[in-house]
């Protein structure tokens, strides 16, 4: 069981409603480095931070970071699912950083932003299911706000070779590939 995981050390802010059980702070930032990921089963994304104030809090959820200060999207904007299970992996893709993207919101927003990184859960019964695995990516949107999408909720950008067209018509693989069954 893993439950914590290092990601790439980003500088970001911390919606200070968070650091005061949200009865105060509305509106303020504190800055601070994202150095972890959290993920508990039937939970949003959650961060390990550090402030600038040497304070270090865990459980920072995704919808209270941002990369600068900018008006909150409501959580169930800022990721489609929650974290599957306990066991997961972190990777900062190469070939996606720095890569623009469109994410379509819940609220049907198509909205702007770059790749930061992605996590991907293993050793969880959906995560085994071939129509049910997700991952997060991890973008910072043209706002600042953060969110964490799966790969059908994204058009990747890339004007030297992508042109972005995706069929609507495309399906989620239900069956699960295999040589020995």
């Known amino acids: 069981m893993f439950a914590l995981g290092e990601t790439p050390y980003t500088k970001m802010f911390v919606r200070n409603e968070f650091l005061f059980d949200e009865r105060k702070g509305h509106g ?6 994202v150095f972890a990921y959290r993920s508990e089963p039937a939970r949003v994304p959650m961060f390990q931070v550090m402030l600038d104030s040497g304070a270090q809090w865990a459980r920072v959820p995704i919808h209270m970071i941002c990369s600068r200060p900018c008006v909150a999207l ?24 720095n890569h623009a993207v469109t994410a379509l919101g819940r609220d049907g927003v198509i909205r702007k932003g770059n790749y930061l990184f ?11 299911i071939s129509d049910q695995h997700k991952n ?16 059908n909720r994204l058009v990747w950008q890339d004007w030297s070779w992508i042109t972005p067209a995706p069929n609507k018509e495309w399906k989620t693989p239900s069956r699960t590939y295999s040589v020995e069954r």
């Open 28 to 33: 303020e930032f504190t800055p601070a480095v």
């Open 74 to 97: 409501p959580i169930e904007q800022t990721c489609w699912w929650d974290s599957y299970g306990y066991d997961f992996t972190v990777l900062a893709l190469p070939f996606l950083k």
């Open 118 to 128: 992605t996590v991907d859960w293993i050793k969880t019964g959906w995560s085994e």
């Open 136 to 151: 997060h990516h991890i973008i910072v949107l043209e706002t600042g706000q953060w969110i964490g999408y799966p790969n």
